[in-house]
């Protein structure tokens, strides 16, 4: 019978854009609502500035995130261009070299030089790029798969606090926006943790931790500047 292993890095990519989108959409959205909820604006400034939050936060969370990938995109599609012309050029080196990396793994000389050359023969830049270059298709960059999963969970993780200020009054959001958004946080490093097989407590302590502080900063500056005027 097949010994089935319940890997998860297959969802490294999507799962990291999607918890950092997330994550920012809670707690800037959040930050911003304290902020100027402590500088005395009323409820409509208030949801205004959310919304606005929201929008300029998802388009920037997509397109940085479309920008970054494609540079690390960029990047391995110029190794692998290098990698396919040394083949061409020299691949009794670039056989030396595959067999060298199995050799540091614990292979024999004589048996890291017969796998090197199956895996050569089958496909040999495929190969390389796995076990020279650490590109593989499971890690591969995929820059729009990044940008739709930050900006959508960003839209997602932004609307949670803007619904507890359509939903209660001006005078208890401090206190609601702060105690839900960590709540959210704190449910957010949960579902994260378990998606990606790591320790739920810790994970839930790490996001909520980091959220608290920067909501508590910016409804300190807001406070501030609300004295001030």
């Known amino acids: 019978m097949r010994h089935k292993e319940?890997?998860?890095?297959?969802?490294?990519?999507?799962?990291?854009?999607?918890?950092?989108?997330a994550n920012?959409?809670?707690?800037s959205t959040a930050s911003l609502i304290m902020g100027v909820a402590a500088a005395g604006a009323d409820s409509s400034t208030i949801i205004t500035a959310g919304v606005a939050g929201l929008v300029a936060g998802a388009m920037s969370m997509a397109a940085g995130e479309y920008v970054s990938v494609c540079s690390q995109a960029d990047t391995e599609r110029a190794d692998l261009g290098r990698e396919r012309k040394e083949l061409a050029a020299n691949p009794k080196q670039e056989h030396a070299e595959l067999a060298a990396i199995y050799?540091?793994?614990?292979?024999?000389?004589?048996?890291?030089?017969?796998?090197?050359?199956?895996?050569?023969?089958?496909?040999?830049l495929g190969a390389h790029a796995r076990d020279e270059l650490g590109i593989s298709d499971t890690l591969m960059a995929r820059p729009i798969q990044a940008a739709l999963a930050s900006a959508t969970t960003f839209s997602v993780?932004?609307?949670?606090p803007l619904l507890i200020v359509v939903l209660l009054p001006t005078s208890a959001l401090m206190w609601a926006v702060s105690v839900s958004s960590l709540l959210f946080l704190?449910?957010?490093?949960?579902?994260?943790?378990?998606a990606g097989g790591a320790p739920i407590i810790v994970?839930?302590?790490?996001?909520?931790?980091?959220?608290?502080?920067?909501?508590?900063?910016?409804?300190?500056?807001?406070?501030?500047?609300?004295?001030?005027?």
């Open 157 to 160: 993780g932004a609307a949670l």
């Open 24 to 27: 920012d959409g809670i707690v």
């Open 186 to 194: 704190a449910l957010l490093g949960s579902l994260s943790a378990k």
């Open 203 to 229: 994970a839930a302590s790490r996001v909520t931790f980091w959220g608290a502080l920067a909501m508590a900063l910016t409804a300190g500056v807001g406070a501030l500047f609300g004295v001030a005027a």
């Open 103 to 124: 050799v540091k793994r614990g292979l024999d000389e004589a048996l890291a030089a017969t796998v090197a050359t199956s895996l050569m023969a089958h496909d040999a």
């Open 6 to 21: 319940g890997h998860r890095t297959h969802r490294a990519g999507w799962l990291r854009a999607a918890v950092l989108g």
